[in-house]
């Protein structure tokens, strides 16, 4: 059973990153995002799917770890946790549709600060529960501070 837990515990981000995938890859292939003027430190387009499935594996062994804990440990804040997991996971699709399907950087520049804000309380509420899992999410969260980075100067063009 622990097994089968943690499967669907990776299994919903990477579907979430899969979600979002389908919304990112025909601005990719059309040629729209090779368009922008990006910043120095962007990374080649191949590192985006390689971290991105990374920090999902992470974000689902988090969950796993809170998932795990026995149901009348600290309930209150599981169930948050919870809330608060799926709300960053839709807010992680959201920007891409704003940012490669929409083309509005800027909407997305504004979606990213609430999305780093739901990840930020997320993974303080995971800590709470299992210090670990809070600890997973730290690459994540600093990732969104990258894509904002990226985002902000993009939005700037």
Do not use: C
């Amino acid at each position: 059973m622990k097994y089968l837990k943690l499967l669907i515990s990776i299994a919903i981000p990477l579907l979430a990153g899969f979600i979002g995938s389908l919304f990112t890859t025909p601005s990719i292939k059309s040629g729209w995002y090779e368009t922008l003027t990006r910043p120095a430190l962007t990374p080649p387009s191949w590192v985006f799917p390689i971290a991105w499935t990374i920090l999902f594996i992470l974000m689902g062994i988090a969950l796993y770890l809170v998932w795990k804990r026995p149901i009348n440990t600290k309930r209150h804040l599981a169930h948050l946790a919870y809330l608060l997991f799926a709300a960053q996971l839709i807010l992680n699709v959201w920007w891409s549709v704003l940012f490669f399907y929409l083309q509005k950087p800027s909407w997305a520049l504004m979606e990213i600060v609430v999305l780093w804000l739901f990840v930020l309380f997320t993974t303080l509420t995971f800590k709470k529960i299992d210090r670990r899992a809070g600890w997973l999410l730290v690459p994540y969260l600093l990732w969104v501070i990258f894509a904002a980075y990226l985002n902000y100067n993009i939005a700037l063009g």
